[in-house]
């Protein structure tokens, strides 16, 4: 069965930096795009930033641009996602999201339909 843990979540002052990780189990995902999504309380799940299989083509949602960035390493079959520049906006669920199906590869998606596999989620709570 596969699983996808997400870590690296907190609480932390604006301006600050956080690193979240996604490991994935029970089945190997170098061969998948990749995403990460994020929920604030009261609001829709949201699109944040996709890496694609080759780990190179990557998207974000304008709202985090030049503040995250995505990466991946397979050879761990994890993935990251580094957040500077921290603000309170920023505080939600953080998710990450696996698409196993037939992927181009350089393709990302910013939809949720795209993604098979999702992790439980993890909180970041920034402070302003």
């Known amino acids: 069965q596969v699983q996808l843990v997400e870590s690296g979540g907190g609480l932390v002052q604006a301006g600050d930096s956080l690193r979240l990780s996604c490991a994935a189990s029970g089945r190997t995902f170098s061969s998948a795009a990749m995403g990460w999504f994020r929920q604030a309380p009261g609001k829709e799940r949201e699109f944040v930033a996709s890496?694609?299989?080759?780990?190179?083509?990557?998207v974000y949602t304008d709202s985090v641009k030049g503040r995250f960035t995505v990466s991946r390493d397979n050879a761990k079959n994890t993935k990251y996602l580094q957040m500077n520049s921290l603000k309170a906006e920023d505080s939600a669920v953080y998710y990450c999201?696996?698409?196993?199906?037939?992927?181009?590869?350089?393709?990302?998606?910013?939809?949720?339909?795209?993604?098979?596999?999702w992790g439980q989620g993890t909180q970041v709570t920034v402070s302003s």
């Open positions: 890496i694609a299989m080759n780990g190179v083509s990557t």
């Open positions: 999201a696996v698409r196993s199906r037939y992927t181009p590869r350089d393709s990302t998606y910013s939809a949720m339909a795209s993604y098979d596999y």
